[in-house]
């Protein structure tokens, strides 16, 4: 469980968010996109708030949850690198560059570095097939990507402090 | 009516009626494993596919409906092939320690393999892993045997209306969960134990307490007695092959005694005591302006349901324990000192219909000067494997007595396994006292049945007295947010947790989804407890001469203060997710 | 609220206004700075380029230019993209740094920018749009306004026809009539099974029910495919207008557009549109004076490939678990919250309109036999024009990967080109010349799907890729059906023990058996279609898998177990340029010496292969 004083400030954001819909159980994953967007993560307490609000189980919120791969349950690094994974750019060398991404952060897609700085993720088609391949650092994109590129990109963040 | 052919037979069947029921009711078997009647069908795991002429790919016999002139295959070649594939599939991903299985022998996805003749999987690979959570007193969960059929989610969700367990993840990582996978002990889980019943393999069992028994029957100093709830003798002969709805009583008594217990009592005499304080309690609360409607406390899964979601409106469950807890208090309090044992050594063990009675008798509240009222629940499957174990011929069995001093049991206290027993014999009680006589009236037909909420208005003593009974927990529901919107009218409700009442309760034998669909286990069961009822002497608790007896010398009168300190319990307010 | 009249006005003001758009001998004096805000050109800084036109043409203080951001041209792959109108200069590749050149050389001087002028494969310079061969086989239907008018502005819609289909349909024409000029245009889905639009919105119009629904599916799922996103993002009331005639149609009076919530622009746009169109009164009650309600609300989906499929998606709108549901009964009948409801794909929708104004036997002239008007394809891969096309049924692969896809980068081969995505086949060159429509794509073993074109040259593994798709059926399974849940995963178990040379003898027969079976006995359309990329490779490319399992060979040299990358000394220099692009220092090398490759370090990425300028290293 999140600690108290974190438990508060969520219950607020909470009531400023949920305010906005009507207690409808079709609204759920609406609700759980805008918790996504706010948080970054959805909060456990946040699930307890939306349950008691529309009236749903939280086992059936944490299955919506675990079901769709927009919503994560912990935070993400600082530095977010999605590697596109969708087809112009995996016919184009898109894997070795999810490959090295893993090998240089030493973590998987979905992980976040110890330090909390770095995540990975991989998704499909992030829309820009005439840069394939492409991956992003948070919102922005690297295209016509290498692996000599990727690194320079971790390499720069990673100096940062 | 509709048309078809299945298998090259011409039926006619009803509009509407699914190829599984058309093929069912005509004699023709289709293998399912996800579905169960009424409650769970969805057409996921895809065993029950049929081939229709003209349709692309296979259909969905438990969904889809007949259409005149349909053309249905269900064993062609390729169906078979397909099921076998499907067959091969679930089993790659499935525990398969079946000889240590608790449910080895009564398990639907063995009976399947045993059927199509599996001897090796081809489709070995992967297997999803998933801890064990054993940390109730009532329920264990061992997702490794889960197949995915997803009929406990569709019971706990739709049939009682909680959702404790839910489908998480997706793909191949896809299980059944608690919010986080937490243990069911923390959750909104009530240990109801439906989810057991309706689960086709071992993935889900009661925490089981066989051990825990054979001990004390070991142990010398040990005094044990057992007690045995009113819908366990009429289910525990199935376990040894006997028709649904036989009253095996004689034998069990007869098997107890020979496991080795040193008294067996019956809980039937522990109901004629709820009743005793509870039609007091009532009468009380109507006199004296009391909270109103008062709703029974006998049934455990459903006080921690009110607990859990109701907690303000707690005040109007009776103060009343359920008659074991009662009865175990009385046989470690009355029956001690009238034998003079110790009430130390003295173990009180339970064999209920039901796994949250494990629950209850773990409650902090449960004791009487440190005293535990019952140290052991155990289930009817948890008995039936005792008598196996113990090598006993269940069927061959004499029949036995319960022993003295405890007495017969009234008719009224039989009834208390099915949903409206409980009112029923409340009202014959509470009439005579309200009447100050003793009424002819004995059956209250309209507390009767299947029928999820019923409703009743009774003259009593010139007064209308509104009672309801509730069995399901998602009928409690009901009846609760009337209250909570205080638009409930009712003076007295009874409410048990699983729909139809303790003959349905979650240690009861498990009746795979065939038998489910085509037999009213439930009404075979009931039946069989309203004809103990007819044939008892005595249908009236308050009649009971043990009851007379017990207050004379021990408890004084219904409601005195030493019967508080023995019989009645508290509430208290639950966190519904202590995560 | 606007009347008829108003509407009309608003029209023909506008289209005065806009004629140098589409006219290129207009005599319009204003010019036309078109900047390309679909999300590949803006995630390459376009919103930077219009600021910094507006920007410099401010400070100038020159008239008459206008900087207009419109959807996707479809050229891509020259992206970020600026056209100049009416004259059509096309400008490719610019960056924000290129504007104040562009104002002052092409505006203010009248010279264009040479250097920034597009150049087709052949590295000729392209004078005006349509010498561009990528256009000149295309047929604009559905993308018609995308690239031409400003997706925020509804009265640059309104000008070029936009709303007229809905003011005919709701004065003009009964719901039986406008069911049957669709039917009669022959329009099939365009979101993958094909199903005819107009029987679709028959059997929903036939169900009595208090409530029906009309959902635009817009949940673009396949890895690679653009073209709902490009339409929304292009030309948004197009959909919504003809959602409000297919509400009119089968009588519902509340649409819900289901969009990926990865699309944020094109969720913008619509959130515009649809309160623009309020505005105007072109939804909400009584449009047009008519007694006819409709209203349309954005439900954003999370992140699910299976909400694509249209049960699905139902569960998702209804907030739970995007798992599909048997069918029957099929959503015309029980769909949204159990009422009758029709789930047409964006392109589908964007047709509509269309063929109203123009009439069912326009629609039906163009197109194949059964397959009719034309098929956006989101054409990506190993091909020069990487970009969105429109071209009519039957135009053949071999045009759409050649003509106006330029044909293969770094001449390598042409091996295959995969359409449909998850649910589709891969093609191979012998098939080049097939007419595409839908019924001879799934008689060659694969899909029209929703319209992603893939083009692989010959350094790609048939095994790698069939084994990439079935990667994305098993993450994107929802695990409702057996087949699907556990059927696909070893399927994907036993293609990767190929690729990691590790195939056993009966793993190709217990593939194909697998395959075949899941085909048939999944649940949903992704179940059943995700074989199709395995059993299309094993149809066409069946040695590379034999090649595989018993001989640990990758002909393509995609699978790195079963490669290794060498360096040729008869070739090498000694340069050093694979020694320095080596991300992880596997190659050791004094200058002018035999370099190597320690394959212990080796990743096989293949930089060094492309960096090496004496094709000394191969795979």
């Known amino acids: 469980m999140e600690q108290k004083c974190v438990c508060d400030k969520i219950k607020k954001e909470m009531k400023k968010i949920l305010e906005k819909y009507p207690k409808e159980k079709d609204r759920l994953i609406a609700i759980l996109n805008d918790v996504q967007e706010r948080f970054g993560y959805i909060p456990k307490q946040a699930q307890l708030e939306i349950s008691d609000y529309l009236s749903i189980p939280m086992a059936e919120i944490y299955g919506v949850i675990t079901f769709y791969s927009r919503f994560t349950l912990a935070p993400k690094g600082k530095y977010n690198i999605s590697v596109c994974l969708g087809t112009a750019c995996f016919v184009k060398g898109a894997k070795s560059l999810l490959d090295r991404a893993q090998e240089k952060l030493k973590i998987k897609p979905g992980e976040v570095t110890p330090d909390g700085k770095f995540s990975i993720d991989d998704v499909r088609c992030v829309g820009a097939c005439g840069l394939a391949p492409v991956f992003m650092v948070n919102d922005e994109v690297y295209g016509n990507a290498t692996v000599k590129k990727l690194d320079e990109v971790i390499d720069k963040y990673a100096s940062e402090e | ?579 | 609220m606007k009347t008829i009249a108003e509407i009309e006005s608003i029209r023909k003001e506008k289209r005065e206004e806009l004629d140098l758009r589409v006219n290129l001998k207009s005599n319009a004096v204003e010019k036309h700075i078109l900047v390309c805000r679909g999300t590949g050109c803006t995630s390459s800084k376009s919103p930077k380029i219009i600021e910094n036109f507006r920007r410099i043409i401010e400070e100038k203080g020159i008239k008459n230019v206008r900087v207009v951001q419109t959807g996707c041209f479809g050229l891509c792959a020259k992206g970020p993209i600026v056209i100049i109108r009416p004259e059509e200069t096309f400008y490719a590749h610019v960056t924000p740094e290129d504007c104040e050149e562009i104002i002052q050389s092409h505006i203010c001087e009248g010279k264009k920018v040479e250097r920034l002028l597009c150049k087709d494969v052949n590295g000729e310079i392209v004078k005006k749009l349509d010498d561009l061969n990528f256009y000149k086989k295309q047929k604009r239907i559905a993308l018609k306004n995308c690239g031409v008018i400003d997706p925020e502005q509804i009265d640059e819609y309104i000008a070029f026809d936009g709303y007229k289909a809905l003011e005919k349909v709701l004065t003009s024409m009964k719901p039986d009539e406008v069911i049957d000029v669709i039917s009669k245009s022959g329009l099939r889905g365009r979101g993958g099974a094909g199903f005819p639009t107009g029987k679709k919105w028959s059997f929903a119009k036939n169900e009595k029910s208090d409530q029906k629904y009309v959902i635009c599916n817009a949940d673009e799922g396949d890895p690679g495919a653009f073209m709902d996103r490009s339409i929304l993002e292009g030309d948004p009331n197009c959909v919504l207008e003809a959602m409000a005639i297919a509400g009119y149609a089968i009588g519902a009076n509340q649409g819900y557009i289901y969009v990926r919530a990865e699309y944020p622009i094109a969720v913008d746009r619509l959130k515009i549109a649809i309160n623009q169109a309020r505005e105007y009164g072109l939804l909400g009650k009584n449009i047009f004076n008519s007694g006819f309600d409709f209203d349309i609300d954005i439900r954003l989906g999370a992140g699910a490939f299976v909400c694509g499929e249209e049960t699905a998606l139902l569960e998702s709108i209804e907030g739970k678990r995007g798992q599909p549901r048997v069918k029957p009964p099929y959503p015309a009948s029980q769909g949204l919250f159990g009422k009758p409801t029709i789930i047409n794909n964006v392109e589908t929708l964007a047709n509509v309109t269309k063929i109203i104004l123009n009439g069912a036997d326009w629609f039906a002239s163009i197109g194949t036999e059964n397959s009719k008007g034309t098929k956006v394809f989101a054409l990506g891969g190993n091909v020069n024009n990487v970009g969105l096309v429109e071209v009519p049924m039957g135009t053949t692969l071999r045009e759409i990967v050649f003509d106006i896809g330029g044909g293969i980068p770094n001449g390598r081969k042409f091996k295959a080109a995969q359409t449909g995505g998850p649910s589709g086949g891969c093609i191979p060159a012998e098939h080049l010349d097939t007419p595409i429509d839908y019924e001879s794509l799934s008689s060659i073993g694969s899909m029209m799907g929703s319209g992603g074109l893939i083009v692989m040259d010959d350094s790609k593994c048939m095994v790698d890729i069939a084994r990439f798709y079935l990667d994305f059926t098993v993450s994107e399974s929802c695990g409702k059906c057996t087949p699907c849940r556990i059927g696909t995963k070893r399927m994907l178990e036993i293609l990767t023990r190929m690729c990691e040379g590790k195939g056993e003898a009966d793993d190709l027969y217990k593939l194909e058996l697998l395959a075949n079976s899941i085909k048939k006995s999944a649940i949903c359309g992704l179940g059943q279609t995700a074989p199709n990329p395995v059993l299309s490779t094993m149809k066409y490319f069946k040695d590379e898998y034999i090649e595989h399992v018993s001989y640990n060979m990758c002909r393509a040299g995609q699978c790195k177990e079963l490669c290794e990358i060498t360096i040729d000394p008869q070739k090498c220099k000694g340069c050093g340029l694979c020694k320095r692009n080596c991300p992880v220092h596997a190659i050791s090398g004094e200058p002018k010496q035999v370099h190597k490759i320690d394959q212990d370090l080796c990743i096989k990425c293949g930089t060094c292969v492309d960096k090496c300028p004496f094709k000394a290293i191969s795979k």
């Open chain 2, 1 to 579: 009516m509709v048309n078809l052919v299945i298998d090259g037979k011409e039926i006619s069947v009803k509009e509407g009626t699914t190829i599984l029921q058309a093929a069912l009711q005509n004699g023709i078997d289709i293998p399912t494993l996800c579905f169960l009647k009424e409650i769970n069908e969805v057409g996921d795991c895809r065993m029950c596919i049929v081939e229709v002429e003209g349709r692309k790919g296979f259909a969905t016999s438990c969904i889809q409906k007949v259409e005149e002139g349909m053309v249905v295959k269900t064993h062609s070649h390729a169906v078979v092939e397909a099921r076998k594939i499907i067959l091969d599939l679930i089993l790659s991903n499935h525990h398969r320690d079946c000889l240590t299985c608790s449910r080895n022998g009564n398990c639907e996805l063995q009976e399947l393999a045993a059927k199509f003749n599996v001897q090796v999987v081809e489709f070995e690979g992967e297997r999803t892993k998933h801890k064990v959570d054993d940390k109730s007193p009532s329920i264990v969960r061992d997702f490794n045997k889960c197949i995915l059929c997803r009929r406990c989610v569709a019971t706990c969700k739709y049939v009682q209306k909680i959702g404790a367990i839910d489908c998480i993840n997706r793909g191949f990582d896809s299980c059944i969960s608690t919010t986080y996978d937490h243990s069911l002990n923390d959750v909104d889980c009530t240990f109801c134990g439906q989810c057991i019943e309706s689960c086709p393999t071992g993935a889900l069992k009661e925490k089981e307490n066989i051990q825990d028994v054979w001990k004390k029957l070991r142990d010398e100093d040990a005094f044990v007695v057992v007690q045995t709830a009113p819908a366990v003798r009429v289910a525990l002969g199935e376990e040894f092959g006997m028709p649904i709805g036989t009253n095996v009583a004689g034998k069990m008594i007869t098997a107890l005694k020979s496991i080795g217990f040193d008294r067996v009592f019956d809980t039937n005499t522990g109901a004629d005591l709820t009743i005793m304080e509870e039609a007091n309690e009532f009468i009380e609360r109507i006199q004296n302006d009391g909270v109103l409607p008062m709703i029974t406390s006998c049934s455990p899964g459903w006080v921690r349901f009110a607990e859990k979601n109701f907690p303000e409106n707690l005040d109007h469950l009776s103060s009343c324990k359920s008659p074991h807890q009662m009865f175990g208090a009385i046989i470690k309090s009355y029956f001690a000192d009238k034998y003079n044992i110790d009430r130390e050594k003295i173990c009180v063990v339970s064999v209920m219909p039901c796994i949250a009675k494990k629950y209850e008798c773990s409650r902090d509240e449960m004791e009487v000067d440190g005293v535990r009222d019952v140290d052991y629940v155990i289930t009817t499957r948890e008995l039936a494997r005792m008598i196996k174990q113990a090598n006993i011929d269940f069927c061959e069995l004499e029949d036995g007595k319960f022993d003295e001093p405890m007495g017969e049991a009234s008719g009224a206290g039989a009834i208390f396994g099915t949903t409206g027993g409980v009112m029923e014999a409340a009202i014959r009680t509470a009439v005579d006292t309200l009447e100050g006589k003793s009424m002819d009236k004995l059956e209250y037909t309209q507390v009767r049945g299947e029928k999820g909420i019923k409703e009743a208005t009774l003259k009593i003593a010139g007064k209308d007295i509104k009672v309801a009974v509730a069995s399901g927990l998602a009928n409690a529901r009901k009846i609760m947010e009337q209250i909570k919107d205080g638009k409930c009218d009712y003076h007295f409700v009874e409410i048990m947790a699983c729909p139809g009442g303790c003959i349905m309760g979650g240690g009861q034998p498990i009746k795979s989804s065939k038998i489910r669909s085509t037999v009213d286990v439930a009404k075979l069961r009931r039946d069989a407890l309203y004809s103990i009822d007819e044939k008892s002497v005595v249908r009236k608790s308050h009649e009971n001469p043990f009851m007379i007896k017990l207050y004379k010398e021990f408890l004084e009168k219904p409601g005195s203060h030493k019967a508080h300190k023995y019989l009645h319990t508290t509430y208290t307010k639950k966190e519904k997710y202590d995560i």
